[in-house]
């Protein structure tokens, strides 16, 4: 039987902020994780792809405020950069 994934441990390297703000991203990045897990049986980020990422922006906050999606989208940054992929994101926030 594996472990879990441990987010709050994938994160730690990259996490800064106030202890509130790095909350956020740890409740936020679980969130994600558990979507894309749901959708398409990835339990890890080391399995994703940008487009796993991009549907949940587009889609999973669809209809959500501005402000959502944009704390969302800092969080996606937040893993990209844990992941140390190139993609970008810029747009896909819709503000």
Do not use: C, N
């Not at 441990?6 to 790095?22: H, I, K, P, Q």
């Not at 679980?30 to 792809?49: D, G, N, V």
């Amino acid at each position: 039987m594996s472990k879990p994934f441990d987010m709050e441990l994938f994160l730690a390297a990259v996490l800064t902020g106030s202890y509130a703000t790095r909350q956020r991203h740890l409740r936020q990045a679980k969130i994600i994780q558990a979507e894309i897990s749901e959708r398409w049986q990835l339990e890890t980020p080391w399995a994703w792809r940008r487009k796993h990422l991009t549907w949940f922006l587009e889609h999973r906050l669809a209809g959500r405020g501005a402000a959502t999606r944009y704390y969302y989208l800092l969080t996606v940054r937040l893993l990209v950069r844990r992941l140390e992929k190139p993609w970008g994101f810029e747009h896909q926030a819709r503000i």
